[in-house]
């Protein structure tokens, strides 16, 4: 899976153009998904030059390198400096609808594949679809 994640108010405390203090278990998580998952983790912020370079080395340092950078593949040289696209198949982001989960929820979230409900804090289960009749007789 492709997986976009910001940076500022997602791995760290919202402090632009300061780095944040690191969320708990953001760096952790992000790593272990990378070495259980197979995900390809690609950093997507507003950050640039320098402020980016800073975002890059710090989770570098902590030894969270990113697929990419601020584009779909590590040799993508944007032709222009307007906003584009990005190939991704999940984003995690602060700004999403209901605020950012805790960090071990996102983990289960992506590793069991089922949503999470913020106002009650829980995942719910998810219920299979009934099986048609020809799915029942041809047994799949």
Known sequence: MIIAVDFDGTIVTHEYPRIGKERPFAIATLKKLQE???HQLILWTVREGQLLQEAVDFCKER????????????EEVPEHFAPRKLTADLWIDDRNLGGIPDWGIIYQM?????????????????????????????GK
Do not use: C, D, T
């Not at 992506?110 to 799915?135: A, C, D, H, N, T």
């Open 36 to 38: 259980e998952g197979h």
């Open 110 to 138: 992506i590793m069991s594949g089922r949503p999470w409900i913020p106002y009650q804090g829980v995942m719910p289960e998810v219920k299979q679809p009934k099986k048609s009749f020809l799915q029942r007789l041809l």
């Open 63 to 74: 030894g969270l390198e990113f697929y990419a950078v601020n584009s779909n593949y590590p």
